[in-house]
């Protein structure tokens, strides 16, 4: 099981690799998000700064979309998906396989994020274990978010336009939870922030939960 | 007399769109059942006599 | 065409009750000693949320039933009765998630309204209404996954999946909200249903006999739509058929090429 869960993570990181689709258009597109948030507020620095936190998982999160539409398009050509049922990859595998290698690109997009949130919003971190436990948890759970939902609209016509709408209301938690965590990490607020980030760990354990048991359904005869 | 604006346009609103969706919902019901040429329900080939339990 | 006897006889009931229904929540009802004259959106907005909370239980059921009836392994006549059984509880997850969406709609515009008069705002970010927003948006999230054509089988099965994961995200969103807007706000802006206050006994009547008004209404337009369901898979089924039978009695393409 966790060799197939590898393998296809390791397929999808290579075609990754090949195709740079997270490097060269997700992450710019992220941190387009950020500039057009500047131009939205004035480029008021202490609105930017106060609202770092926040900005930071709407960016990640569109990310999310993005990149979990990616990971399933590259299954949709050529029924992809049935191939690799059909060679005897249980549906779970694929899902946690899948849902690995869009963790790591997330994290990647989250690496970005935070350092163009540095740099334009001149953001200072007061508290790095928790922004990287929070950070952690967090995308994790966007990207099997992602994954659940990517597979479930897979090779559907409107997949593109429907994804968002499937996605961001499931997220929100994540978004909520994230917001605080980050707002106490980078000094905005006096919240408890180890709480927000035991919420988002709970969060996450539940999806893994649901994904462990939707797996079957949505890839069976998908 | 705020009140009587927002209270009758909460049941105005509310009566609009139950009376729309069920228009909308008997309509189509209609248009479908006349292209697939099935009689009105009761008469033998009905949509609801095949689960009985939401037909009686 | 989808009305028979039975359903017939419950539309009649159930415009008789909202007829006296109106008379009972606009006049016979009193008006209460804070709010005055506007709590009588209560009638349409609590029954509104109650419905819908009801509907969307049914959908999750309803999807647990397709996804229980759908596992593979089940042939022969076995597997033609439970993949009825499965058509049939798709059907009733899909006109409960409708008629869910609906009044959910209707709670949020007639809780505004009631909002503006009483908060003197038409939304607040209140844990409640918050929770309510999302639950909207996710099942209109669902009905669109539905409209999408593919395969009936795995479509039922897909949107199973999503009703499911709509209702274990349910108390998370719930929870979460709750807990950031608690930490924000000092007191609850809560001045409808929910606390602890008294109403008096007419109106205690007056909200229930709405409510059962409205879940008339509802399991009649229910009944319908689930019926109007059947005909669109009738359809669908013959509009095939129909293609299939040209195709047999056209002159075949490879006849005439391999003849020559």
Redesign the interface.
């Known amino acids: 099981m966790w060799r197939e869960v590898w393998l296809i993570c390791r397929k999808d990181l290579t075609v990754e690799r090949r195709a740079r689709v997270t490097l060269i258009q997700i992450v710019p597109t992220v941190l387009l998000i950020l500039v057009v948030f500047a131009f939205a507020f004035d480029a008021n620095p202490s609105l930017l700064g106060a609202g770092a936190g926040g900005l930071f998982w709407v960016a990640v999160l569109f990310g999310a979309v993005l990149g979990a539409k990616r990971s399933f398009d590259i299954e949709a050509e050529g029924g992809n998906l049935d191939a690799l049922r059909l060679g005897g990859l249980s549906p779970a595998a694929i899902l946690w396989g899948k849902a690995m290698a869009l963790a790591v690109q997330m994290a990647a997009v989250a690496v970005f994020t935070a350092a163009g949130l540095v740099v334009l919003f001149s953001v200072t971190v007061t508290d790095w274990p928790l922004l990287l436990t929070a950070a952690v948890c967090g995308t994790a759970a966007f990207a099997i978010c992602g994954c659940?939902y990517g597979a479930?609209?897979v090779g559907?016509?409107?997949a593109d336009t429907?994804l968002p709408?499937?996605l961001?209301?499931?997220a929100?938690?994540v978004l909520?939870?994230g917001t605080?965590a980050f707002d106490v990490a980078l000094g905005t607020s006096a919240?408890q922030g180890w709480s927000w980030t035991a919420?988002l760990a709970?969060?996450l354990i539940?999806y893994v939960a649901?994904g462990w048991a939707?797996a079957g359904?949505?890839l069976?005869?998908? | 007399m705020t009140w009587a604006a927002n209270v009758f346009s909460g049941y105005a609103l509310t009566a609009a769109a139950v009376v729309a969706y069920a228009t909308w919902v008997v309509r189509r019901g209609r248009v479908l059942g006349r292209d697939l040429g099935i009689g009105p329900a009761g008469a033998g080939t009905d949509p609801g006599r095949s689960h009985p339990e939401t037909s009686q | 065409m989808t009305g028979s006897v039975a359903t017939r006889v419950l539309g009649a009931i159930g415009l008789a009750a909202a007829a006296v229904m109106a008379i009972l929540a606009l006049w016979v009802s009193p008006a209460d000693a804070v709010q005055g004259d506007a709590v009588r959106l209560m009638y349409v907005h609590v029954p509104s949320i109650w419905v819908a909370y009801g509907s969307f239980v049914l959908t999750a059921f309803a999807s647990a039933r397709v996804l229980w009836r759908t596992r593979s392994g089940a042939g022969g006549t076995e597997g033609v009765i439970a993949d009825r059984q499965a058509r049939h509880w798709d059907r009733v997850a899909g006109a409960a998630a409708e008629l869910g969406v609906m009044f959910t709609g209707l709670t949020l515009v007639t809780g505004s309204l009631w909002g503006k008069v009483t908060w003197g705002t038409y939304w607040q970010w209140d844990a409640r209404l918050t929770t309510t927003v999302l639950l909207f948006v996710t099942h209109l999230g669902y009905l669109a996954l539905r409209r999408l054509p593919a395969e009936s089988r795995a479509r039922a099965r897909r949107s199973a999946v999503m009703a499911l994961i709509a209702v274990v995200n349910l108390p998370i969103v719930h929870y979460s909200v709750d807990w950031w807007r608690t930490l924000h706000q000092e007191a609850s802006l809560e001045i409808g249903i929910g606390g602890d206050r008294n109403y008096s006994g007419e109106m205690y009547w007056t909200l229930l006999y709405s409510w059962a008004t409205f879940t008339l209404i509802a399991l009649w337009i229910g009944i319908h739509r689930y019926r109007v369901l059947r005909l669109e898979e009738l359809a669908e089924e013959a509009a095939l058929e129909e293609l299939l039978s040209v195709r047999r009695s056209e002159p075949s393409h490879d006849e005439p090429v391999t003849e020559r």
């Open positions: 659940l479930m609209t559907l016509r409107s429907l709408l499937l961001i209301p499931v929100a938690p909520l939870a605080r919240d919420l709970v969060v539940t649901v939707a359904p949505l069976e005869d998908a």
